[in-house]
């Protein structure tokens, strides 16, 4: 199953997940029934790997999630789709997750007109996501979005591509979520 971890190189017939016959590794997967456990386990891998957090942090967000009202696995998916550097993802600042982390670590993003350097960072409903006024951040940034902008079109974002400037609209809702992952799975392993 594609997750979209190596950036554009995903988008074309060199996709290494595509290009393989076999499953990775030198020894095939065992040929059986995966227990109920293994099925969870995996699941949470999945979007633990999709997103780019580590345990630790997945705990943290798993439990934000439990506190808030409605569905425990969509809000999760919700409180990861909304982490700063799935954001600049998604708006074409960055080639790929990884990416969007790095520029936000070195600085390139500015929330609200201040600077943010933490790609764990929530964006709330009305923040105003720009490139940093430094002119290399806003070349590497109109770059990007020169690339990348066409990919995806969130419709809880609102981007300007003239001004690079992007507005948070609302939270995203679970059909917006391009993981493919069955959340429910996810939220019975992590809940016992």
Sequence with gaps: MKLYLKGTRCFTAKCPISKRKT???VH???VGKMSKYGLQFREKQKVKRFYGVLERQ???LFRLAEKQKGHTGENLLTVLERRLDNVAYLLG??????QGRQL????HIAVNGERVDIPSYLVRVGDVITPYQHPRSQELI????AGYASRFNPVWLELDKDTPQAKVL???????????????????????
Excluded: D, M
């Design 23 to 25: 499953v990775p590794g």
């Design 28 to 30: 095939y997967w065992r």
């Design 58 to 60: 997945f705990k943290r």
């Design 93 to 98: 600042y960055a080639a790929s997750r990884k």
């Design 104 to 107: 936000i670590s070195h600085g």
């Design 142 to 145: 109109k770059a990007n979005l």
């Design 170 to 192: 609302r939270f995203p809702t679970r059909e917006e979520v391009s993981l493919p992952v069955q959340e429910q799975l996810v939220v019975e392993l992590c809940s016992r």
